[in-house]
Nanobody, 124 residues
């Protein structure tokens, strides 16, 4: 069983930056595809970014492309989401997710493991 724990959320002004981290337990993290999703109040959870197990493939939602960067450090069992130029509409609970198949996907159903989420609030 893999456990994912997010950190790094908080309150930031519009235009500011935050870096989220997701620490994974388990020795097989390096073979997992990882993704970030978010859920704003009253909205469904949506895809944000994903990265393949070798970091050679990444994808982003159009709404964050050019502002957010996903990366991973397999030696530290950690995946990151660097969020720059934050906007109020980025306010949400952010979740990391792991895919045992090592793929990267926009679809929630592809992911086997989920963290508990971390709150990001962007003030205008």
């Amino acid at each position: 069983q893999v456990q994912l724990v997010e950190s790094g959320g908080g309150l930031v002004q519009a235009g500011g930056n935050l870096r989220l981290s997701c620490a994974a337990s388990g020795r097989t993290f390096g073979s997992y595809g990882m993704g970030w999703f978010r859920q704003a109040p009253g909205k469904e959870r949506e895809f944000v970014a994903a990265i393949g197990w070798r970091s050679d493939f990444t994808m982003y939602a159009d709404s964050v492309k050019g502002r957010f960067t996903i990366s991973r450090d397999n030696a530290k069992n950690t995946v990151y989401l660097q969020m720059n130029s934050l906007k109020p509409e980025d306010t949400a609970v952010y979740y990391c997710a792991g895919d045992r198949q090592g793929s990267y996907s926009r679809r929630e159903v592809e992911y086997d493991y989920w963290g508990q989420g971390t709150q990001v609030t962007v003030s205008s």
